[in-house]
């Protein structure tokens, strides 16, 4: 099956620091990628539908501002936690979804775990 | 998209199959019903997905009701390393914003010894 790389698969890093996270798919092109957050013992929340060449699209509640997406390929999304705190600590997963149908299912990356010290 | 119920958790002998249930009472003629799954500290993967008819590949078996308000995972030998939480997610084959997955709070499987 196609193969979506996130990277980096755990990070920490001091208050008030940015962080990126890498999301790549390997063996095909995503004209859409989504992202993900996850808290212990919760179920996956989506943040924002990422399109290439495009601006992101932010799910209710989501700050944009905080959370910034770039989408520059059609291989690669970033996800950016820009002025990280303890409480943007989480499980952050992407997803790529190739072609582009909007029924063709959806390939998850491993994650990555943030820690805001 | 419609709303999926599920049990929050399940148990089941290695070997034995395991059968995981879920109601969407709510879903349209145009609504997929998906099934994927969550090992802990893992993204998602995968499993299987069915409009009407009932599906199976080489993970599991997907039975959908006649009416499709209700449908059921079967992963026919389970194994300890099927011990994961499982999704079933609804999505509607064309108007879905993109094609993303809403996931709802899903089964705990643990599968035992």
């Known amino acids: 099956g196609a193969v979506v790389s996130q990277h980096p698969s755990r990070v920490i890093c001091k208050s008030g620091t940015s962080v990126k996270i890498e999301c790549r798919s390997l063996?095909?092109?995503?004209?859409?990628m989504f992202w993900y957050r996850q808290f212990p013992k919760q179920s996956l929340m989506l943040m924002a539908t990422?399109?290439?060449?495009?601006?992101?699209?932010?799910e209710q509640g989501v700050e944009k501002d905080k959370f910034l997406i770039n989408h520059a390929s059609l291989t690669l999304s970033t996800l950016t936690v820009t002025s990280a705190h303890p409480e943007d600590s989480s499980f952050y997963i992407c997803?790529?979804?190739?072609?582009?149908?909007?029924?063709?299912?959806?390939?998850f990356g491993s994650g990555t775990q943030l820690s805001v010290l | 998209d419609a709303k999926t119920t599920q049990p929050p958790s399940m148990d089941c002998a290695e070997g034995r199959a395991a059968n995981l249930p879920c109601n969407h009472s709510?879903?349209?003629?145009?609504?997929?019903v998906y099934w994927y799954r969550q090992i802990h500290s893992q993204g998602p993967q995968y499993i299987i997905h069915?409009?009407?008819n009932n599906e199976t590949n080489e993970m599991a078996s997907l039975i959908i009701t006649e009416d499709r308000k209700s449908s059921t995972l079967i992963l026919p030998h389970a194994t300890l390393r099927d011990t994961a939480v499982y999704y079933c997610?609804?999505?509607?084959?064309?108007?879905?914003?993109?094609?993303?997955?809403?996931f709802g709070q899903g089964t705990e499987l643990s599968v035992k010894p």
């Open positions: 997803s790529a979804r190739p072609g582009q149908a909007y029924n063709e299912k959806l390939f």
């Open positions: 063996d095909f092109q995503a004209t859409t």
């Open positions: 990422s399109n290439e060449g495009s601006k992101a699209t932010y």
């Open positions: 709510t879903i349209s003629g145009n609504e997929y």
């Open positions: 069915g409009l009407k």
């Open positions: 997610i609804v999505r509607d084959r064309i108007y879905n914003q993109g094609g993303k997955l809403i």
